[in-house]
């Protein structure tokens, strides 16, 4: 099963400007780390963020994207999803 690298370039004051926001993100990111193949996902610094999924189709990760309240709202600015070829998986996954 193929990883995949959602990427998030996010608006100035993201920070404070997510906070509306931040519950129903949290909630779609919960239930795609049950049922839809999120891995892992956290901040970028100095601003953006990184998602990573282990999923079939690259649409189910655009899918995830297309419904974000941070992408619904525009607090990011554009976000891009690359197919990912693991060299390395992270210890305890195949």
């Given at each position: 099963m193929p990883y995949f690298a959602l990427i998030y370039d996010t608006v100035d004051n993201f920070v404070e400007r997510r906070q509306p926001h931040r519950g129903a993100h949290l909630d779609l990111v919960a239930r795609a780390q049950r049922v839809g193949g999120l891995l892992m996902a956290g901040a970028l610094k100095p601003s953006g963020a990184l998602l990573?999924?282990?999923?079939?189709?690259i649409a189910d990760v655009e899918q995830f994207a297309q419904q974000d309240p941070y992408?619904?709202?525009g607090l990011?600015?554009?976000w891009r999803v690359f197919e990912w070829t693991v060299v390395t998986p992270p210890v305890g996954v195949r």
């Open positions: 990573v999924f282990r999923t079939e189709q992408v619904v709202n990011v600015s554009s």
